[in-house]
């Protein structure tokens, strides 16, 4: 993991960070006494760039970071765009883009620092993810595709001390 971080802080991204689920993946596999990590679908990084809005960009950034570790899962968005995708106003921040996503543990990202300190954004703070619980977020509005997305990733199966709210 701190390899990845220190890869992701050599791009030097506005606002740079890992998010989702290798974050909260992470933390409910040690949260069930896991040895291994649970396969990835992805590896989220998001940053914050009104100024680039080129699609091309992230793929190239992708690229990147798909030769030097090796790993195809890399996909790179920059959240100053996103909002057109969503549906959503213009996102502010990084912080901002992340408090709509669909669950309050999956809006969590994690930066490694210039002196190699973790940095953290949490909109909706941390508490359910530590607590193993699914919950929608206040400020993602579409009930039934949540539903629907939770159900689908069969989060349940692979962690079963997970709270699953909303369903």
């Keep these: 993991m701190m390899n990845d971080l220190s890869i992701v802080r050599s791009l030097e991204l506005p606002h ?51 030769q030097a570790t090796g790993n195809q899962l890399w996909s790179v968005k920059n959240q100053a765009r996103m909002h057109i995708q969503n549906g959503d106003k213009p996102y502010q921040s990084v ?34 993810m530590f607590e193993c619980r699914v919950r929608q977020s206040p400020l993602f509005k579409d009930e039934a595709y949540y539903q629907k997305r939770v159900r689908s990733k069969q989060w349940e199966d692979l962690w079963p001390k997970l709270t699953l709210i909303g369903l």
């Design 95 to 128: 912080e901002d883009a992340i408090s709509y996503w669909p669950e309050t543990a999956t809006a969590v990202a994690i930066s490694l620092a210039a002196d190699n300190c973790l940095t953290y954004v949490c909109p909706h703070g941390l508490d359910d």
């Design 16 to 66: 740079g960070h890992i998010a989702a689920g290798y974050v909260r993946n992470y933390i409910w596999d040690y949260l069930h006494g896991y040895s291994a990590r649970t396969p990835l679908n992805d590896i989220d990084v998001i940053y914050y760039n009104k100024d680039e809005l080129d699609e091309e960009i992230e793929k190239k950034l992708e690229q990147q970071l798909r």
